[in-house]
């Protein structure tokens, strides 16, 4: 605890700190070379009190590095705009790539207890948090981060101190801001705020309390701590957590085989409906653009199966400033190299508009799944990596909702054909289609799976009968207008 | 003229319009693939009052579109935090890749037009910014990109009609802003200035003004235009501008030959020197921070002449809320696909803040000419292209700062021995950095040529004898610390 804290005797004379120092932050030069071998990402957060040293800290660890492996995460900038997406948005979209460092100059606890302490959150948000924190960081592990978390402690009276002489001068005093001063007049509060974040976020992740009053211990045991993260991660190699079942509210799923595939809808009546709804669609646009209620909108199918057109009927009647439509390929390099669900929330949409993803994070127990673009543990561990996700969006008050547009393989054939066959159509089919065709019952397999297992009460799956195309369309609108209606009703 | 203009007769009755409007959108569907295999990107700005119908007009025109290859810029969203950054920034960021469409909800025009008549600009800054529009439209063509300039037009009395059914409903009300009705009230001045704008940048790429009182006709006649500028530009194929010289204020460059590489520094010297210019650094970046003038250093140089370390002496004393060190390698997928400064365009700093760039945009006219990775016309008019970039750079009020980081063939020999003879040292030197080496010559021509063509006033080149390490950081530091305080004094 903050209060009773006192740094442990390590029983270095000034001149052999020093020496001690030095050789530290060579070792850490050298280690930047372990990391890029052995692809492995480290996030130093540096949590503690204003004035406490936190960005001098980090200018000393970061001075001997090679630029190109280590940047800066700075909570100043990156928080802005912060309140029109989730509490982790800003933290996921700042993770480095593997064989990279990052410090970041403070990071959730301080965005954590500015919120609580600034009256902002009721207990069940903070506790909430507190499950998003604990989740994040179990999710770095998993995907092979090493994160170090330290708190730079000083006293009230040292504080104060610094505080004042940095409001003393011209160039100085901007950077003192109400909210610090003001930590120094409730320091008491925020001291228990902060030993309540360590106590409730320690578990995964241990923290570390640093002295902040002497500049020359601190260097020293921060580099002390981090030199020997690094040479435990270096050697146990990149983690590739374990699968496991967390227990999400999941819907009944019907099995693939057992969906009448035969409904159809009559071109007249389609037109008219599909009027009507985008009429509907329209209207709600503009009440969820004027209440920030975020929509995020996931389509996965079979190839041929219509998603492209799908999208289009649903796309049509929104405002073009409040909306985005995503294609997902295949990852570039720079989003290969980090967790994979990163690509995805730096996607996300501000609050009131609608995202819609045209393939989705699911990629990753399909396509990678059956390809062996990652390990077996990687894709079983998904399912709940990814419900935990989906549960940060619902927590945040998003609109997710998923759709699987399914079709039968004689229906997918006949459209493969038809595309071989018409000439303006042949760039939409290529070789890998048909690969992936002939996977049909490895692919039946992990989708029925994925059903199962990730269909959950606030972001549940929708099996889309294709066979008729017309039908699916009417049948998404219809999905997205109601589901747009009652969220409108809850806010 | 918008006063005088009239939409001109075509002589189509409203059932042949139909059929017409519709043969149009599959075509437009169909060049698609065109845009895809010829690698051509394409941008549809569309201007125009408020309320003619731009929102409405683009969802006509993207609605047949597959998703993956076209995306939807806003101007309410993009252009959040704009006055950060350059002008050209929020547009030069939205470029599409090649292959794919981009239509823009209001651009360049209605932010230049927004600042004239806000007063925000004087006359000299309003005759700069058309320069800068026309400057970017010339680039965008030169580099391969199909631009089209529409203009919606509506009467001042349907202005107001349309205004006032949109204030009626309270789920549309919140679409006019002040900025609307004040349209709206000055009607004719808003015209004038219009007019003046499509005047003074119609030379490049033309301008076509719509007739938005008809959403028939104005569907129709945007693509008409659109699918016949597409095949005009499948016909020509990727453009590749030729090189041209503009008249930039250019600095006398000393020959590299005759750089005397014999200066050093003793240790001594150089601790104390060290010492005193990175306090005075730190002092500067308070006063920069707090006047908001963005910084932008660039360093090129030899493989092994010391970028790494230099760079590090000069972060060190910087506070690392304020500034990034961005390592440049070769570009990814997604970068490839753009205008070749789009990644150096994103990466600008905050007003206040900067931007350190480990190799830069010079790349162009060395590695890519060197390598042929680009045509030669390509590299030719980068000269140019550059200048003109650090042009915008310097206008915004950046200090630009470019270093030469210099050493000579034989000690580059010792370092790569050094390198790989040192076990921690040996991942710093690759086979790739030996075959550069084998064409020091070709390289120094072109660096040579580079200095001759882009040292000006405003973004000079400092050569850094670097073959004392110790002498080329002091002298960076230097250098950078007086550039920062003559802007401070001047600012």
Redesign the interface.
Known sequence: MLKEYARPEDGLDKERRKTETKRLQEKLT?QQ?QL??KKLPVIVLVEGWAAAGK?GL??DL???????FS??F?A??AL??ADRYPFLYPFFKAIPEEGKLL?M?SGWMEAAVKSRLGGKLGKKDYARLLRSVNRFERQLRDNGYLLLKLFVNISREEQAKRLKELRSEE??R??VSAYDLGQNEDYSAFRKAYDDFMAETGEITPWHILDGSQKNHLKYDALRLLTELIDAGAAAGKQHGAAFEEDFPLLEMPRLSEVDLSVKLEKDEYKEELKALQKRLS?LH??I??KKIPVVICYEGWDAAGK?GN??RL????????F??Y?IASP???ELARHYLWRFWTRLP?SGHFA?F?RTWYGRVMVERIEGFCREEDWQRAYNEINEFEEELHDWGAVVLKFWIHIDRETQLQRFENRQNTP?KQ?KITEEDWRNREKWPQYEEAVSEMLDKTSTTYAPWHIIESNDKLYARIKVLRIVADALEEAIDRN
């Open positions: 050298a070379i890029k071998d960005g980090i200018n970061i001075s001997e590095l090679d630029p190109r940047s800066v700075s100043d900038s802005r705009d410090f100059d160039d100085t901007w950077r209207r503009n009440v653009y004027r492209g999208i289009r796309a049509y009647p929104l405002d073009p400033r409040g985005d439509v294609p570039e390099p720079h501000r819609i045209d303006e760039w």
